[in-house]
């Protein structure tokens, strides 16, 4: 079984800089998919990145970048110049190919707050 | 397009009472499921549904039964509710199968159960 793990409960962080959350995984499977996703205080869950395991290249999204290391099982997301829009909770998740339809399993979360 | 669309948004039920959460979605998805999220333990499947006529069990479907109604509507019901069923649910739909497909979630049915 795969566990996704969220070490940040909660991190603040000043408009316009840049913070980091961690993401570790565990799995056997040597391909897979990561995904971050954004729950602001309205509960709508936003995708915002994801990234294959078998690309090297990291994934961006304007202000948002994943810096995913396969050996250690690490899937950082980098919000960058943070804007007071970005307070939310961010979930890791994680799904197997073999899962195609679509089973996501998700860290616990980590709630970013950007203060001005 | 509302997107995916849940009634209610919030419950209160006392133990033993039953009832049923309305999930529907308007983007001709094929697929269809069902979380809850705790606190400190993020999103859980309790059902899915891959395609219209089908359903399946997720990582915690007991104290739970779903109907895909139709291609659109897929609800959840407490049949007995217990104060271990209070959460938020989400239900989120898929265009369908392959990993490209992205999962659109719905706002949340916050639910207490006394």
């Known amino acids: 079984a795969q566990t996704v793990t969220q070490s940040q409960p909660e991190m603040s962080v000043q408009e316009a800089e840049t913070v980091t959350l961690s993401c570790t995984y565990d799995t056997s499977e040597n391909n897979y998919y990561l995904f971050w996703y954004k729950q602001p205080p309205s509960r709508q869950m936003i995708l915002v990145i994801r990234q294959e395991a078998y690309k090297q290249q990291n994934a961006t999204e304007n202000r948002f970048s994943v810096n995913f290391q396969k050996a250690a099982k690490s899937f950082s997301l980098k919000i960058s110049d943070s804007q007071l829009g970005d307070t939310a909770m961010y979930f890791c998740?994680?799904?197997?190919?073999?899962?195609?339809?679509?089973?996501?399993?998700f860290g616990a979360g980590t709630q970013v707050v950007v203060t001005p | 397009n509302a997107g995916v669309t849940q009634t209610p948004k919030f419950q209160v039920l006392k133990t033993g009472q039953s009832m049923t959460l309305q999930c529907a979605q308007d983007m001709n998805h094929n697929s269809m499921y069902w979380y809850r999220q705790d606190p400190g333990m993020g999103l859980r499947l309790i059902y899915y549904?891959?395609?219209?006529?089908?359903?399946d069990k997720g990582e915690v479907p007991n104290g739970y039964n779903v109907s895909r109604l139709n291609k659109r509507e897929f609800s959840l019901r407490l049949e007995s509710a217990a104060p271990s069923q209070t959460s938020v649910y989400f239900c989120?739909?898929?265009?369908?199968?392959?990993?490209?497909?992205?999962?659109?979630f719905g706002p949340g049915t916050r639910l207490t159960v006394l």
């Open positions: 998740a994680f799904m197997k190919p073999t899962d195609s339809w679509g089973k996501l399993q």
């Open positions: 549904s891959a395609s219209e006529g089908t359903t």
């Open positions: 989120a739909s898929r265009e369908g199968l392959g990993i490209y497909n992205e999962q659109f």
